[in-house]
Structure formats: structure tokens, C-alpha cells
């Protein structure tokens, strides 16, 4: 579905990805797994165009874009409609209500019949357990909640594929487990998702492939129950100790 090659990103002098190789298949999860500053956020936004990368390949079923050379606009616009992000701050519309939040991207950006969106709006915020809360604005929600509201403005698009960037990290401890389920009722139905994420028990539970990422490389990858119960590598193993005994 979409395949990575030679991928590299640096800001200024500083070099944060190097030479990534990936595959996306159809219907799969994967989860990024890094320490702080291991590239994996920069990678994540690499796959939609949202950070540019300076070299590399990126094939997305009939796309394909050569990043060491010059793009057509129109082509980073067709790459960054394929998916939807979920971001780690929210990011919702302050000024608008929570439906208003979801119907924005497909009335304004797809320019689809507003009567149309509204009552997919409305389902996708049933699905992810916000019927009640459709009038009210970003503020009068808790954090859990404003990121449901996000996963459901990501459906709502009807993208190919799903980016998670840390969804839970913001969140209180109690409300982490309302945005999991939502994920894992995604994965559940099919959607192909790539997920950056430190909760580990999640990637076991739900991810088909597990990728560890440090200094900008890809040091580990493959199922998690390789990756997370019997990893390879030293680093691999130094990292889960850490998430999994921190004390």
C-alpha cells in the first residue's frame, strides 16, 4: 500500500532520519516505538508530506514521489488527502462546536454537500462514544474526549490510512484507556494505521508489526511478539526495560 525508500529528513546540519526503508500493507497496524528524539514523529510526518523529506521515494498504491527531486505541488496535495493524522495536541478548531470540529475538513477541503457530512459526522461521533456532546465547544470537553473528537475529524475525510502521533501522551492516566479503545475498534474494522506510541501494552495487543526507531535509523522491526517479549538487539532491549521498569 505504501512504501518507503532511501528516506531522509534533516533540519539544518542536524540529521534526523536516515536512509529509512518501510512498508505499509493494507489493513495492518504498525507502531513506531522510540525514545525522545529518535525521528519517529518526524518520520510519521514524513508519510503525509507534512514535514518534507530531502531525499527518498514514497509510493502510495498509483502516487509516487521522489523527494530528491522537484514535486508538483498537486502531488503533495494528492499524498496528504490519502490520510488523516491524529494529532498528540488535538489541535481542534476553538471557535467551533464538535460537530462543526468533524464536518470542517470534508465541507471546506473536499468540498462535499454539507447535508451529506453532517449525517456522517454525526455516526463517526457515535462511534467514537460522542453522541451527547455534538453542540459543545473544544473547552467544555476533557482531554480523552477532544481526542476522540480528533480520531473522528480524521475519519471523517475517509483517508487510506490513519497517523497517530503519540494520541494518549497528553492525556491524564484515567482518560488514556477511551482513546485506546476507539484504536483498537479501528484496527479492529480494518483501517490501516501507523501509530507513534509508547504504550506498549497497546502495541502488543493491536499492532500486526512493531518498529524501533533511535537516531534516525530503524534499528529493530518485525512482530511484537519478536520486538516486544524477545528483541535482538541490545538498544531494542535497553529501551523496553526502561518503558516497562522506569523505577
Not at 46 to 54: R, S, Y
Not at 86 to 102: C, D, G, K, S
Request: proline letters at 5%; glycine letters at 8%.
Amino acid at each position: 500500500m505504501l512504501t518507503i525508500t532511501g528516506l531522509n529528513k534533516s533540519f539544518g546540519e542536524n540529521e534526523v532520519l536516515k536512509k529509512i526503508d518501510l512498508q505499509i500493507q493494507k489493513g495492518k497496524v504498525m507502531a513506531i516505538l522510540g525514545p525522545s528524539g529518535s525521528g519517529k514523529t518526524t518520520l510519521l510526518r514524513c508519510l503525509n508530506a507534512l514535514e518534507t523529506p530531502n531525499r527518498g521515494v514514497l509510493s502510495f498504491h498509483d502516487l509516487t514521489i521522489d523527494f530528491s527531486q522537484k514535486n508538483k505541488p498537486v502531488d503533495l496535495v494528492r499524498l496528504r488527502r490519502k490520510s488523516g493524522m491524529v494529532f498528540q495536541a488535538y489541535h481542534l478548531f476553538p471557535h467551533r462546536t464538535v460537530l462543526e470540529n468533524v464536518m470542517e475538513g470534508p465541507v471546506k477541503v473536499q468540498k462535499r454537500k454539507k447535508e451529506d457530512v453532517k449525517k456522517e459526522a454525526i455516526q463517526l461521533l457515535q462511534k467514537v462514544g460522542l453522541a451527547d456532546k455534538l453542540d459543545l465547544y473544544p473547552f467544555q470537553l476533557s482531554g480523552g474526549q477532544q481526542q476522540r473528537v480528533g480520531i473522528a475529524r480524521a475519519l471523517a475525510i475517509k483517508p487510506e490510512l490513519l497517523l497517530f502521533d503519540e494520541p494518549t501522551s497528553a492525556l491524564d492516566p484515567e482518560l488514556v484507556g477511551e482513546v485506546l479503545k476507539v484504536m483498537k475498534d479501528l484496527a479492529t474494522e480494518g483501517w490501516t494505521m501507523v501509530v507513534v506510541t509508547h504504550e506498549v501494552k497497546f502495541a502488543q495487543d493491536v499492532a500486526d508489526e512493531v518498529v524501533f526507531i533511535d537516531g534516525g535509523v530503524i534499528v529493530e522491526q518485525g512482530p511484537p511478539e519478536q520486538i516486544l517479549s524477545a528483541p535482538k538487539e541490545e538498544r531494542t532491549k535497553q529501551f523496553l526495560k526502561r518503558i516497562l521498569n522506569p523505577l
